[in-house]
């Protein structure tokens, strides 16, 4: 409960202040109101369904404006044509993802944008706070997508929609309300596949996506305490993922640290880690760490325990400094 | 119960503290969520409690006003979905009818027309092409399924049996029709002008599959011919039918969608999402059950116990037909008129069609450790579909013994020509395996890509040499 209470104030503080931005991305500064992300979301759909007529919305629950109230005024505004309820029904893995290769080409599902609500909130237990994002990214085929807050969440999801593959957007349950930022009300869209320095600093470096990023700056912060200095980078797309940023910092640090709230085993951490291992094997200085929820269901009592918390991820970043 | 309203309420409130410290508390959230857990429990006892009293209300006079009673003076219960009566009889629904569903067909077993049979007269010129094609797609599964135990291909699997519902439902369609096959269904494409070369091709899996070589034998796929790329797993391509049957609804298309399967995907829940999913959105489509009695080794009685398919249809509000499959002009007819319906009445309509899988189930099978001999011989023999189709075109002086012997020869022909063609053209190049699992290469599967052709390199004895790198 404690912990969930931090959790929840510290989000608050952060999104007060809000992440820093990188310089081309300056201009979404420009202007816009203090939304949260299912605000932010709400606001990419009409706004996919407004300038492109083949763009439907359809799943559980939408019609009426969703369990989240992502898909608000929709129906309304477009028509049942165009946003409608369907009965649950799902080809990710066997289907969209291979619907391009094993047609040679000759048939894609093109814009498919899956979205789905991931990872704890608080309350979820076994089957509603999972974070199932290393499944996605095991199939060849998919892209995988994780905002960190509102204004991400809009131009991700854009340019998401717009990209000519099936995409698993996964948004973090636990900002759909409690995230609030300024977003812009025009169209933008947001880079996929392109990681984020959030926070620039020189000793270790910090990847993570989602929700999981407001814990990992506090852990930052207090680090810099003890004369830390952190780099925090969201990697916004998991699949296919920027290497690239993330090599470039370790270059720089000579330390990686990686955290996730799915379980550490075969989880998107261990991916990043080998790849990084790969690239920068004599540029590291100490093994790469990864705090990651533990190896069993999403327990709803034991949850503070399971979660990778920001006191697991500060005592790891000082024995990976101090290694 | 008890356990979990409170359980709930503490979570409520528990939640409710922890937003209300951060001043993010929402009135309207928390109304709804309050409104969601008491709803259900009014809903249940209000209609009962009113009904209950104007049982003993009941007079003509109100009956004339509200119209609540039915001409047995039963009231009626006006729910969503219609009006339903209510009766004071226990009675369940039995689990089967008296009689089963009839099956419509026009040929009997010696290609003879039935007197009173409702159907619609087709030219000779198509009756000719529909011949020719069965036995076209007969001589191509023989051929094939040879080229596989002579190890020249992979795998094959044969459609034997089910010629009539290849070629016949083929026919009644237009090329605009867009079809969703399983994959016991290459007469489709053979009738829309995919070549035996083109077949062949992708058997062999050379570079001019339009599948690069990347699927098992078998999994044809034509965007020219509006034919879906088959894939393995059963019954997926059902709820995608129904997608792609309302995109031709919503782009105002004078066509509609047909997919095909066996009696074993009608198990899949991907069935029944499907026909549930085309019923509610009035979808074009056509759902076509080859119900071959058998899905690998499993026969119908142990897949379900409904009468077959058609029965399904009423279930989920579509109209449905059950239809010899082995009598070619009752499966036209049926689709033709399965067709106009769809597209005209905009609605899905169900199809089933009794037949038999004379093969085994594919190359990797033996059915003759399952199933009697005598019941493959039976169908092979006395209830070809092909040679029903034949007696018909022969009885009209349509087809002599001469056309027959050229068409077999000149078919043969062309299928060894082709196989041996296809077996000399090279494999696709090693790039294609990395493309197409995007629009472009990430730079993973470049890097990926890279690495590979080092150790080709390093290692080029440990890589076969007909893929050119
Ligand atoms: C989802 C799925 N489950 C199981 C299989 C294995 N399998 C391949 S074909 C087949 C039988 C299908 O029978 P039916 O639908 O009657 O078609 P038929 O082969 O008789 O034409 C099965 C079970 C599969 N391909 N996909
Ligand atoms: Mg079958």
Not at chain 2, 200 to 222: E, L
Not at chain 2, 362 to 382: C, F, L, M, N, Q
Request: charged fraction near 25%; glycine fraction near 6%.
């Amino acid at each position: 409960m404690a912990t969930r209470l931090k959790r929840l104030e510290r989000w608050a503080s952060l999104s007060r202040r809000g992440f820093s931005t990188s310089c081309d991305e300056q201009k979404l500064q420009q202007s816009g109101k203090n939304v949260n992300l299912f605000s932010a979301i709400n606001q990419a759909l009409h706004i996919a369904l407004e300038t492109d007529p083949r763009a439907y919305v359809f799943g559980e629950d939408v019609s009426f404006g969703g369990v989240f109230r992502c898909t608000t005024g929709l129906a309304d505004r477009f028509g049942k044509n165009r946003v409608f309820n369907t009965p649950l029904c799902e080809q990710i893995v066997n289907e969209a993802a291979k619907f391009r290769y094993r047609s040679g080409n000759q048939f894609n599902c093109g814009g498919l944008t899956i979205r789905s609500p991931y990872g704890a909130v608080g309350h979820g237990g076994h089957y509603h706070s999972q974070s199932p994002e290393a499944f996605f990214c095991h199939v060849p085929g998919i892209k995988v997508v994780i905002p960190r807050s509102p204004q991400q969440a809009k131009g991700l999801l854009l340019a998401c929609i717009r990209d000519p593959n099936p995409i698993v957007f996964f948004e973090p349950k636990w900002l759909y309300r409690l995230a609030v930022e300024e977003v812009p009300e025009h169209d933008y869209v947001l880079p996929l596949s392109q990681a984020e320095v959030i926070r620039p600093g020189s000793d270790i470096t910090l990847v993570g996506w989602g929700a999981q990023l407001s814990v990992m700056e506090q852990a930052c912060v207090d680090a810099e305490k003890d004369g830390i200095s952190c780099e925090l980078i969201d990697l916004r797309t998991l699949i296919p993922w920027d290497k690239e940023t993330v090599e470039a910092s370790v270059r720089k640090t000579g330390r990686l640290l990686v955290s996730h709230e799915a379980p550490v085993t075969g989880g998107f951490g261990a991916e990043i880690s080998a790849s990084i291992v790969e690239r920068c094997f004599l540029r590291l200085e100490a093994p790469v760490a990864r705090i990651c929820g533990l190896d069993t269901p999403f327990p709803l009592v034991f949850e503070p325990f399971y979660m990778p918390t920001k006191n697991k991820i500060l005592d790891a970043i000082k024995s990976t400094v101090n290694y | 119960m008890a356990v979990w309203f409170t359980r709930s309420r503490f979570m409520s409130h528990h939640l409710k503290r922890e937003v209300g410290l951060l001043g993010l508390n929402n009135p309207s959230f928390w109304s709804s969520f309050t409104h969601h857990n008491s709803s259900p429990l009014e809903n249940c006892r209000t209609p009962e409690t009113v009904f209950s009293i104007r049982r003993f209300e009941s007079t003509k006079a109100e009956k004339q006003l509200d119209s609540r009673f039915d001409d047995d003076e039963n009231l009626i219960l006006d729910f969503p979905g219609g009006k339903v009566t209510f009766t004071p009889e226990m009675r369940f629904i039995s689990e089967s009818p008296e009689k089963r569903t009839h099956c419509y067909r026009v040929l009997d077993d010696n290609g003879q027309p039935s007197m009173c049979s409702s159907f619609e007269q087709i030219s000779k010129e198509v009756a000719v092409k529909m011949y020719s094609n069965m036995v076209t797609l007969q001589i191509m599964d023989t051929i094939f399924y040879e080229a596989q135990r002579q190890g020249r291909i992979s795998f094959y699997l044969t459609t034997i049996g089910e010629e009539a519902i290849n070629i016949a439902s083929a026919a009644a369609l237009t090329t605009n029709d867009v079809i969703l096959p399983q994959y016991r269904e290459p007469g489709i494409l053979l009738w829309r002008g995919f070549t035996l070369q083109e077949f062949a091709n992708q058997c062999f899996g050379n570079k001019a599959d339009y599948g690069k070589g990347r699927q098992m034998p078998i999994h044809y796929g034509s965007n020219k011919h509006n034919y879906f790329t088959v894939s393995s797993p059963i019954a997926t391509q059902l709820p995608q039918a129904v997608g792609a049957a309302y995109s031709l609804k919503m782009d105002g298309k004078d066509a509609c969608v047909v997919t095909y399967f066996g009696d074993g995907g009608t198990s899949e829940g991907d069935f029944h999402a499907a026909l549930n999913f085309a019923a509610v959105m009035e979808a074009p489509v056509i759902f076509f059950c080859r119900n071959n009695g058998w899905a690998i080794s499993t026969p119908t009685t142990e897949q379900f116990r409904s009468d077959g398919i058609v029965s399904r249809g009423q279930a989920y509000g579509i109209r449905s037909i059950r239809v010899d499959g082995n009598d070619a002009l009752a499966v036209y007819n049926a689709i033709q008129a399965a067709r106009e319906m769809a597209i005209s009445e905009q609605r899905p309509i169900l199809v089933e069609a009794l037949t038999y899988r004379v093969g085994h189930h594919s190359t990797s099978d033996d059915s003759t450790k399952y199933r009697p001999v005598g019941e493959i011989e039976h169908w092979r023999v006395a209830r070809d579909p092909v040679t029903r189709f034949k007696k018909w075109v022969e009885r009209n002086d349509w087809w002599s013994d001469k056309d027959e012997s050229e068409l077999r020869s000149s078919v043969r022909k062309q299928l060894l020509h082709a196989i041996q063609v296809a077996e000399k053209v090279e494999k696709p190049p090693l790039a294609d395996m990395f493309t197409d699992v995007y629009d472009r290469p990430p730079s993973n599967l470049s890097e990926q890509e890279g690495l590979l052709r080092e150790s080709i390199k390093r290692h080029p004895q440990d890589y076969p040499s007909d893929v050119p790198v």
